[in-house]
Nanobody, 123 residues
């Protein structure tokens, strides 16, 4: 099974940028739908976006569309989340996750999870 490790979180001022990385070990990420999910303090986990192994463009939550970009480097077995124009409401623990299914409908659709990385955006 695939194992996932996130990195790149930290403290940033509003309007700033961060890039999160998700390094996978084991099977290639090319065979999984890969996604980013976040959990704001005191709230439920919510989609950030995902990219299916079937192909096509990444899909994003409306709250991050136009500001966040998911990419992956299959040769490095790594997925990235570029976050620009960060807002205080983006503060959350960010998880990368992998799903065996080609389509996902909820965070619970993902089969494998990383440990999470904290992103804090100050106002």
């Amino acid at each position: 099974q695939v194992q996932l490790v996130e990195s790149g979180g930290g403290l940033v001022q509003a309007g700033g940028s961060l890039r999160l990385s998700c390094a996978a070990s084991g099977p290639t990420i090319a065979g999984y739908t890969m996604g980013w999910i976040r959990q704001p303090p005191g709230k439920e986990r919510e989609f950030v976006g995902f990219i299916s192994y079937i192909g096509g463009a990444a899909l994003y939550a409306n709250s991050v569309k136009g500001r966040f970009t998911i990419s992956k480097d299959v040769a490095k077995n790594t997925m990235y989340l570029q976050m620009n124009s960060l807002k205080p409401e983006d503060t959350a623990v960010y998880y990368c996750a992998a799903a065996s299914s080609g389509s996902v409908h909820a965070p619970s659709s993902f089969d494998y999870w990383g440990q999470g990385t904290q992103v804090t955006v100050s106002s």
